[in-house]
């Protein structure tokens, strides 16, 4: 199975991540999707492999607890993803969530996450 996983294409790894984020099912996307030496920059600093992206993966769970999340655009050329996002949540939302990735060899290898936090009406 793992050497079906790193024959795939940059989109079907991409779409499966999305797919597995949107259901939270975090563990099973980082063990399938992310390389253990991934590289991701966040406005909280720079993470390294599964541990720094499950660490993100906590923060984003409690930031949006619940989180209905949307993706508006997804573009991916070559290596190369952009996704734009937004999120509602109790009390919180995201209108400006932005990511980038680089996949290789059916590997998340690097990543950067943009997002504010709203809070709305609710809170």
């Known amino acids: 199975m793992t050497e079906h996983l790193r024959a795939r294409s940059a989109s079907e790894v991409l779409d499966e991540h999305l797919h597995l984020s ?3 099912r975090f563990a099973e996307d ?3 999707n992310v390389s253990p030496d991934c590289l991701v920059l966040d406005r909280r600093g720079v993470f390294r492999g599964h541990a720094g992206v499950r660490k993100l993966a906590q923060w984003l769970s409690a930031e949006l607890p619940g989180a209905h999340f949307t993706y508006t655009t997804v573009l991916i050329e070559d290596r190369i993803g952009f996704l734009e996002w ?12 932005a990511d980038s990735y680089i996949i290789e060899n059916g590997w998340i290898v690097a990543q950067t996450i943009h997002y504010t936090l709203e809070p709305t009406a609710e809170s």
Request: charged share 40%.
């Open 30 to 32: 980082i063990e399938r």
């Open 86 to 97: 937004t999120a509602d949540a109790q009390g919180v939302r995201v209108r400006d969530g």
């Open 22 to 24: 949107n259901e939270g």
